[in-house]
């Protein structure tokens, strides 16, 4: 029998060969086929590898079971005769099934492509568009898919790539699940400036931003992005449209799991860069109880390539690689007003501390800020997506729940094993195994209840804050249409940002403030009053102006 979906008035259809052609695509990364080889040999060079290896769970495991074109490198070795590394989910997934497995589960309780700028969403209209007026974000904002789609929808978005990169089975792409490449086609292969194909699109993509999706170029990328010239493949500065050629997988297994030494890690450069600046400013640097970390070098291919091993898995930390807020493009420079390009190290950075400390962090420490707002013409921030520190000081947090206890949480595999999901979701998609762990006297529909009351609290904040930014930014438009001095208009500019940072924080959020209902009301009663204050500024200085005709 074959299986048939038709989407109402699209006139899509997706049967059980699409299914199958799907299946075999998702297997289709091959194994090594090569023999082991000694590992001593490897050992000879590699010094570092050989520390991380005796370690831990992997010490047994051949180098030959993720690296391919050993045996020409050992007799040959160098550049030329550089083993392949897998970076597929199918690599670790020989051994690690039941992870595999979960990871490449598709989250089905919402669309593919959900715009949080709907009436319903995080961040809906018309606000969104006018309080953003400027910003990529614009053209297409949208809530998390499952992990395994996220490069592919990094590629797919309207503000990303300017149109270019579309679905080789057309709208069906939001079935596919593989190698990016297989999922998706440039439509203007010839063409490899980075800009707009279609209307209403942008073209806001850069290398930084595929840092969180992917970890394909880890082997080709130094500390920070910096370029080592005839060293590094890509760099913060790559032609981006060329780079992401080179890119297949998002979320490597390899992001949070140190393959030779089989433990927790990180490998994001922002994070590790803040974890260990001179400031000691971090929400980390300012937990007694912190998770400790070990910084080691892998670079040997004459370029830094840092990694962190933790003591133990800390979530705040492997999944606050990505779920972070953190700069990743360009910007302006709020001492000098130039332009902070590509190459400055300011457009791959972390502050990895909570909203409240942000406008300090951006303005006057690092002093950078993203865009000018396209109708008061102020600097403005961009959040990105900032969970784990939201969530580090949380009452869950303190209380020793970690994100995984919610989104990854162990399961029973068919055989009966015990493993912890990869199959990343809300926990409102598995109850069961989330909040009744804890809440054991709530029924699913208690523990549904009591996250949807947090929720839609939080997004009533947000809508207040809105309401008073927009009365902000026309108060602002008045006055400049009135003629009033640029110290007033500066300084509203200024109550423009504070109030800005206090609100946006909570549309990249992915929570609706549940993670910290707390911070999230303090944060967004605060922009409102922030917004008031700058209403005040520009209503005093027209009624001071009108005084002294």
């Excluded at 006018?130 to 929808?153: I, P, Q, Y």
């Excluded at 809508?463 to 007033?488: N, P, Q, T, W, Y």
Aim: positive net charge.
């Amino acid at each position: 029998m074959v299986f048939l979906l038709v989407i109402a008035g699209a006139g899509l259809y997706y049967t059980t060969a699409d299914a199958e052609k799907q299946k075999a695509a998702t297997a289709a990364e091959a194994k090594p086929t090569e023999a082991d080889v000694k590992v001593d040999g490897c050992f000879g060079c590699h010094a570092t590898v050989k520390d991380l290896h005796k370690i831990g769970k992997h010490s047994k495991l051949n180098c030959s079971k993720c690296h391919s074109g050993l045996s020409k490198h050992l007799s040959a070795p160098g550049p030329d005769t550089r083993p392949t590394t897998n970076l597929s989910w199918q690599a670790c997934g020989q051994c690690h099934k039941e992870q595999f497995e979960s990871f490449m589960q598709e989250a089905y309780h919402r669309p593919a492509r959900d715009e949080k700028s709907q009436l319903t969403g995080r961040s809906p209209n018309p606000y969104w568009d006018k309080l953003m007026a400027g910003h990529g974000f614009t053209k297409e904002h949208n809530t998390t898919r499952s992990h395994v789609n996220m490069l592919v929808d990094q590629f797919a978005v309207d503000r990303a790539f300017g149109g270019r990169f579309q679905g080789k089975n057309g709208w069906n792409y939001i079935f596919d699940k593989g190698r990016v490449w297989d999922v998706l086609v440039d439509k203007y292969p010839d063409n490899k400036e980075q800009k707009t194909f279609i209307p209403q699109t942008a073209a806001a993509a850069n290398p930084v931003c595929m840092q969180c999706k992917t970890q394909d170029q880890i082997l080709k990328w130094s500390y920070m992005g910096d370029k080592v010239e005839g060293k590094t493949t890509w760099d913060r500065t790559s032609n981006v449209v060329e780079y992401v050629k080179d890119l297949q997988h998002g979320l490597n297994c390899i992001t949070c799991h140190d393959p030779h030494a089989a433990k927790p890690r990180i490998v994001r450069d922002g994070l590790i860069q803040a974890l260990t600046r001179k400031e000691a400013d971090t929400l980390w640097h300012k937990d007694p109880k912190h998770t400790n970390i070990k910084v080691v070098d892998m670079g040997v291919r004459g370029f830094t390539r840092k990694i962190a091993l933790l003591d133990n898995y800390d979530t705040r930390l492997q999944c606050g690689q990505c779920h972070v807020e953190y700069n990743c493009n360009p910007g302006t420079d709020t001492k000098t007003g130039e332009p902070v390009k590509m190459s400055d190290q300011r457009t791959n950075h972390f502050p990895y501390k909570d909203v409240f400390g942000l406008y300090e962090h951006y303005v006057n420490q690092i002093n950078f800020l993203d865009f000018k707002h396209g109708l008061t013409g102020g600097l403005l921030w961009k959040a990105q997506h900032p969970e784990a520190e939201t969530y580090y000081n949380s009452k869950h947090a303190k209380a020793g729940v970690g994100c995984d206890d919610c989104h990854t949480p162990k399961m029973k595999a068919k055989n009966g094993k015990m493993f912890t999901s990869h199959f990343a979701v809300t926990p409102k998609a598995m109850l069961k195994e989330t909040c009744l762990k804890c809440h054991p006297k709530w029924t699913e529909e208690m523990a549904r209840y009591s996250i949807d009351s947090v929720k839609a609290y939080g997004k009533g904040k947000m809508r207040k804050a809105e309401f008073h930014l927009s009365v902000l930014i026309d108060k602002i438009l008045e006055g400049k249409k009135a003629g009033l001095g640029d110290e007033a208009i500066k300084q509203a500019q200024d109550q423009h940002l504070r109030a800005h940072i206090l609100w946006e924080y909570w549309t990249a959020e992915n929570s609706d403030g549940f993670h910290n209902p707390e911070m999230a009301r303090e944060s967004l009663t605060k922009s409102v009053d922030e917004s008031q204050k700058g209403i005040k500024l520009i209503n005093d200085a027209l009624v001071a102006k009108t005084s002294a005709k």
